[in-house]
């Protein structure tokens, strides 16, 4: 202990993956999970739907609309920059952030549509930077077993194999894949050790970047 204020702020984890590959009923989990623990945490997703832009990107996933592909990309983004202040304020008041996708799925999606991938990344650069990206990573032909797609404008076999081929070309170190189509709790068990250690880093001050 040097005396200083401490710097203690939530974690940014970011789930991505295919459509299907599980990510929302382990963002759950890993709420309740952290939540039992005594941490402050709270869920959340992008797109965001409830926003003005989020019901434009909604309307364009169900096929109520039709956009340029560089339009939607760029509604997408800006649906993560109206969150930003927001996010950075419960970062830094200690709050721990899991998000149901963010940047990646905005390179990986448009990109698989044949956008030029650093095209696709310029609108991302100053959101905050995820301290952990969690992969679930999950064959593109098992994904779309499980229960069916539920009929939004990505939600096609052959789409999501692009978007898979995609998701391979932004990985990168910082992020830890986990293989998805293991059984629910092994994935699971996995996500909460590595979602654990990360958290008790940010709490011991590592600085918030963008
Ligand atoms: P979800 O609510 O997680 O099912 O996401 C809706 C769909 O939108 C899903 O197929 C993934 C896709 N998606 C999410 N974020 C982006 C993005 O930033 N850009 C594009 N083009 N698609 C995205
Ligand atoms: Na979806
Ligand atoms: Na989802």
């Given at each position: 202990e040097n005396g200083h204020k401490s710097d203690s702020r939530g974690a940014l984890i970011v789930l991505e993956g295919l459509?299907?590959?599980?990510k929302t009923s382990q963002s759950s989990r890993l709420i309740s999970y952290l939540e039992g623990l005594g941490h402050s945490v709270e869920s959340w997703r992008f797109?965001?739907?409830?926003?003005g832009v989020g019901q434009m990107i909604s309307s364009y996933l169900t096929n109520k609309s039709q956009l340029d592909d560089h339009a939607i990309h760029l509604l997408f983004s800006a649906n993560r920059w109206e969150k930003r202040s927001l996010m950075e304020a419960k970062l830094r008041s200690g709050t721990t952030l899991i998000v149901d996708r963010y940047s990646f799925s905005g390179v990986a999606f448009s990109s698989a549509k044949g956008l030029d991938m650093e095209w696709c990344k310029a609108p991302e650069m100053g959101l905050l930077a995820p301290d952990m990206v969690l992969y679930l990573d999950i064959p593109p032909e098992k994904a779309a077993e499980?229960?069916?797609?539920?009929?939004?404008?990505?939600?096609q076999l052959e789409f999501q194999r692009k978007v898979a081929h995609s998701y391979q070309l932004l990985h990168d170190a910082s992020w830890k894949s986990i293989d998805?189509?293991?059984?629910m709790e092994d994935v699971e068990k996995k996500l909460k050790e590595m979602v654990l250690d990360c958290v008790t880093t940010c709490q011991k001050g590592k600085a918030l970047s963008n």
């Open positions: 459509d299907r590959s599980g797109p965001d739907r409830n926003t499980r229960g069916g797609y539920g009929g939004e404008r990505y939600e998805a189509s293991l059984p």
